[in-house]
């Protein structure tokens, strides 16, 4: 019969080890706050532009297409993408801030930048209006789908769509756990520090 001891038990060792202090110097730490901004505003400008073009295309695939309901998809998906964004304008990219700032200032603005980006990841779906883009695909491609009832062959211009839809899903879900593992361990690297260094 195996022992009951906590320390025959891997997840029980490794739960309770001591956590190590956060050892880190204040240039080194002010770098990681400047590279962790900056790659923040280029995400973030990055998604405002591909918002705008995705907004310009499917506004013309309004104009060269005659179906009502696909018109209605297209318009519904290019506001989603003026939608998308102006919601990352707003909850990513991060606000200017003085070169001469004072440390604490730099890291207090860097962690509530993170936890305002990490709770945006946890409300994904509603905030960034995923659902009226689904509801607009669906919109584009009901018409096709509808036709394809008479003709079962027209269903083959339909499967890459939902090829790279599965693809997209599947890709999803695992990034946006990791992204948010990774803010949650810089924020509380971040509260340690701070932590230390708390007159």
Not at 5 to 30: A, C, G, Y
Not at 85 to 100: N, S
Request: glycine share 6%; aromatic share 12%; hydrophobic share 45%.
């Amino acid at each position: 019969m195996p022992s009951e001891s906590p320390m025959n038990d891997p997840k029980s060792v490794w739960q309770n080890q001591p956590t190590e202090p956060f050892k880190m110097s204040t240039s080194d730490l002010r770098r990681k706050v400047q590279r962790g901004r900056l790659k923040a505003r280029l995400e973030a400008l990055y998604s405002i532009t591909v918002g705008f073009l995705l907004a310009l295309g499917f506004g013309l695939a309004i104009t060269r297409t005659q179906e009502l309901v696909s018109r209605v998809g297209w318009g519904l998906l290019s506001v989603w993408s003026i939608y998308f964004a102006y919601v990352t304008y707003r909850w990513i990219l991060p606000g200017r801030l003085e070169g001469d700032a004072a440390l604490n200032t730099t890291i207090q603005s860097y962690r509530s930048e993170l936890e305002k980006r990490r709770e945006f990841g946890r409300r994904i779906w509603r905030n960034s209006g995923l659902p009226f883009c689904f509801l607009g695909m669906a919109l584009v491609m009901a018409p096709g789908l509808i036709a394809s009832i008479e003709n079962p062959r027209l269903l083959v211009k339909a499967v890459p769509v939902f090829a790279l839809l599965a693809v997209w899903l599947a890709m999803f879900f695992p990034l946006r756990r990791r992204k948010q593992q990774k803010l949650q361990q810089e924020i509380e690297e971040l509260r340690g520090f701070e932590a230390e260094n708390r007159p």
